[in-house]
């Protein structure tokens, strides 16, 4: 059972996070909306955003959860708009390749970007006092634990059989 103490300052955490996330959220919101993307396009994107490579359809599809076919024709409206880039796989030419283009990356980069003006909004709004005794309770912390705490480790993911010669 968890110290009630630590459960307090989980609570207060929350409390907290969830007033930031809440404004950053509306904001990303905004985003969305103003693209008339749908939200399996715009989480597309985002995953896209965060692959290191260009991602094969069906590996898009499973980090949807959607069907390869669904996922196709998301990323086929992508492509119009101009957001993502399709090409063929240099060792298999029926597995296309997606990625984003310059316009997806600055639609992402402005999408992250509104939510942390959102998010400095809330905090400029707090007491200057508050904002000092914060500051002054979270950097020592970060400088403690400075990497993420990871409570949920992935499997480590096979290697493509290109990369185990390389």
Excluded: W
């Excluded at 904001?27 to 597309?44: H, K, M, N, P, V």
């Excluded at 955003?49 to 196709?72: C, F, M, N, W, Y």
């Excluded at 400029?124 to 409570?151: Q, T």
């Amino acid at each position: 059972m968890p110290n009630p103490h630590s459960a307090a300052v989980l609570d207060a955490l929350e409390a907290f996070f969830g007033q930031i996330h809440c404004a950053a959220q509306e904001a990303g919101l905004e985003t969305l909306i103003e693209t008339d993307l749908s939200f399996s396009q715009f989480r597309s994107l985002l995953i896209l955003s965060q692959a290191q490579d260009p991602l094969p359809i069906h590996e898009l599809a499973e980090k949807l959860r959607l069907s390869v076919a669904a996922t196709g024709r998301a990323v086929e409206r992508l492509v119009k708009e101009g957001f993502v880039e399709r090409q063929e796989d240099e060792h298999d030419r029926r597995i296309k390749r997606i990625s984003l283009s310059s316009t997806g990356q600055d639609l992402v980069a402005a999408f992250h970007q509104s939510k942390r003006t959102q998010a400095l909004t809330f905090i400029d709004s707090l007491d200057p006092a508050d904002k000092e005794r914060l500051l002054g309770a979270l950097l020592p912390i970060i400088e403690r634990y400075p990497g993420p705490v990871n409570h949920h480790p992935t499997v480590e993911q096979p290697r493509r059989p290109q990369e185990q010669y390389a």
